[in-house]
């Protein structure tokens, strides 16, 4: 039996929900913990079927023991987030996420609980990510490990400690007037990250409205540089796009390989961040560009349109 608690996060694609229940099936969990989101007010005919019929399958899954929470408003993805951690960390010190657009490989739960078990007193990390978006999409490790260690915290599929999460998170990230100064000035980021964590979270404090959750906890990570251990192979995908999107991914990051991992796994003792691996990630995503270069690069496509 399967003893981490895992949460799994669903709303309106039933085959996706099916698919990943019958995945679960096969590792044979001790505990899931089940959430849908409520129904939108704007929500189309069909919105409103596939809502229906994936609360139906969620009712009738009962071949694991399993708490299922259903939602009568909408919360959004920023409090439902929270809500569901907070749900789960009443009662769990350790659980695995994954919501009903990532597919993960079985290796994928048994490389997350041996890292929760690994490094369950190590208060430098605090983030276990499932996908690996290097190998993801050259097909290749980008060293030889068979895990590394990285500054972003990235979401298909991951898993955490309780109290980590609870001694850093806040979604409405309160303290970042206090912080602001200091982040920005951080030697550890380079000027694109910092355009880019600054537009954000200037957004994210001014509009408690907005529906974003993640940015924060990448803020917290990279504010007291926590750090995010990540599978040397890529151990889940991303299948959002196809069914019902609820929010953007960049193209080059769907439809990735992946790989299942192999056991036993060999001790990354360089416990620093892998710089080839940031820089991947900041090149093709977290390095926002100057006004300058924002608007030449919109002037350039609008004369290659015309």
């Given at each position: 039996m399967?003893?981490?608690?895992i ?5 309106k ?5 099916q698919?990943i229940l ?5 590792i ?6 089940i959430?849908?989101?409520g129904v939108k007010?704007n ?7 596939n809502?229906?019929e994936?609360?139906?399958i969620?009712?009738?899954f009962n071949k ?8 009568k408003?909408n ?15 009443n009662?769990?010190?350790?659980c ?7 597919i993960p490989?079985?290796?994928?739960f048994?490389y ?6 690994k490094?369950n ?7 276990i990510?499932?996908?690996?978006l290097?190998y ?6 980008i060293?030889?490990n ?7 915290p990235q979401?298909?599929g991951w898993?955490t400690?309780?109290d980590r ?6 979604p ?7 912080n602001?100064?200091k982040?920005?000035?951080?030697a550890?980021l380079k000027k ?12 994210i404090?001014?509009?408690?409205n907005?529906?974003?959750w993640?940015?924060?906890?990448a ?6 540089d926590?750090?995010?251990i990540?599978p040397?192979?890529n151990l ?10 609820t929010?953007?991914s ?6 990735l ?7 036993p796994?060999k001790?990354n003792?360089n ?9 991947y ?6 390095n926002?560009k ?9 002037l ?7």
């Amino acid at each position: 039996m399967f003893n981490t608690p895992i949460i799994f996060l669903t709303y309106k694609r039933p085959r996706e929900t099916q698919k990943i229940l019958n995945i679960l099936i096969k590792i044979n969990p001790k505990k899931i913990y089940i959430f849908q989101d409520g129904v939108k007010k704007n929500f189309t005919k069909i919105d409103k079927k596939n809502h229906f019929e994936t609360k139906e399958i969620i009712k009738k899954f009962n071949k694991v023991k399993s708490k299922k929470k259903f939602y009568k408003i909408n919360l959004g993805q920023k409090r439902i987030g929270y809500e569901m951690l907070k749900n789960v960390f009443n009662n769990e010190d350790r659980c695995i996420i994954l919501e009903d657009d990532c597919i993960p490989e079985l290796g994928f739960f048994k490389y997350c609980n041996l890292m929760l078990k690994k490094y369950n007193k190590d208060n430098t990390i605090a983030h276990i990510s499932g996908c690996n978006l290097y190998y993801g999409v050259f097909k290749k490790k980008i060293d030889n490990n068979d895990y590394l260690f990285s500054k972003f915290p990235q979401f298909m599929g991951w898993a955490t400690w309780r109290d980590r999460w609870q001694k850093y998170y806040d979604p409405n990230i309160e303290d970042w007037p206090k912080n602001k100064r200091k982040f920005l000035n951080k030697a550890s980021l380079k000027k694109g990250e910092k355009r880019f964590f600054k537009y954000y979270l200037n957004k994210i404090y001014n509009n408690k409205n907005l529906s974003i959750w993640d940015t924060q906890w990448a803020y917290y990570n990279l504010l007291h540089d926590l750090k995010t251990i990540v599978p040397g192979v890529n151990l889940i995908k991303n299948i959002g796009f196809n069914s019902a999107p609820t929010g953007q991914s960049a193209k080059k990051f769907r439809n990735l390989f992946t790989k299942n991992i192999k056991f036993p796994l060999k001790t990354n003792n360089n416990k620093i961040f892998n710089s080839k691996y940031d820089k991947y990630l900041y090149d093709n995503f977290y390095n926002r560009k100057s006004l300058i270069n924002r608007i030449f690069n919109k002037l350039k496509l609008k004369l290659k349109y015309f």
